[in-house]
């Protein structure tokens, strides 16, 4: 099993609809994680990082399952400026190398 | 509060040809990372720091690349000499500690033809 894995996508979903990603990952032994949105020919930036088991943020909640291993991002009421890839970076270990997904890309249209 | 600064943006060399990228991070930030992203993946760890010193480096392909911190503060990374699947965006990131958050610099990218 890879150390990260996304589904790349795309994914196309319509204005105001819910769509959600996840990130399987294999191995851990902290708590944090993050997701990160890069968009086309940009740097990633952060969206979320959660330091428990989950967090919500306006239209965005991320949630932890470690007995499962994996972490998912989930998107209410989609707008354009969503359309970007978006990264996971799973628990790591203890901190050292945050290793990142190879990111699912996410397009909402009119 | 001024981000990550990275150069040269652009770089086309040719093959066999070496290239050195520069990158200062944010002010205070202990933590310093080289990524490499080839399009259409995810960003790949080259080498971390912890001030000087350096923490992974199990990803970087030692026989061409090198990476520096020598004061703690801004960092090199040199390739010598390049391949064509050198191609790629490099990015630079630092973080106030290791498992805080990244914040990366805009990015060098390098064509190698």
């Known amino acids: 099993r890879k150390e990260v894995e996304q589904d790349p996508g795309p994914f196309n979903v319509p204005e105001g609809a819910t769509v959600a990603f996840n990130c399987t990952y294999s191995?851990?032994?902290?708590?944090?994680f993050f997701w990160y949105r890069q968009d086309c020919r940009k740097e990633p930036k952060l969206l979320m990082s959660?330091?428990?088991s989950g967090n919500e943020d306006g239209r965005f909640t991320a949630q932890l399952n470690r007995a499962s291993q994996y972490i998912s991002l989930l998107i209410r009421d989609s707008k354009l400026s969503d359309s970007a890839t978006y990264l996971c970076?799973?628990?790591?270990?203890?901190?050292?190398?945050?290793?990142f997904g190879g990111g699912t890309r996410l397009m909402v249209k009119p | 509060e001024a981000g990550v600064a990275q150069s040269p943006r652009y770089k086309i060399i040719e093959k066999r040809q070496s290239v050195a990228f520069w990158c200062n991070p944010i002010?205070?930030?202990?933590?310093l990372y080289w990524y490499q992203q080839i399009l259409g993946q995810g960003p790949k760890l080259l080498i971390q720091?912890?001030?000087?010193?350096?923490?992974?480096d199990s990803q970087l392909p030692k026989d061409r690349f090198s990476a520096e911190r020598l004061k703690g503060v801004d960092s090199t990374l040199k390739i010598q000499p390049a391949k064509l699947e050198d191609s790629a965006v490099y990015l630079c990131?630092?973080?106030?500690?290791?498992?805080?958050?990244?914040?990366f610099g805009e990015g060098s990218w390098l064509t190698v033809v």
């Open positions: 990131a630092s973080s106030q500690g290791r498992g805080n958050t990244i914040y």
């Open positions: 970076v799973p628990p790591g270990n203890a901190g050292n190398m945050l290793t």
């Open positions: 002010s205070g930030h202990a933590t």
């Open positions: 959660v330091y428990s």
């Open positions: 191995n851990s032994a902290s708590q944090s």
């Open positions: 720091f912890q001030n000087n010193g350096v923490v992974d």
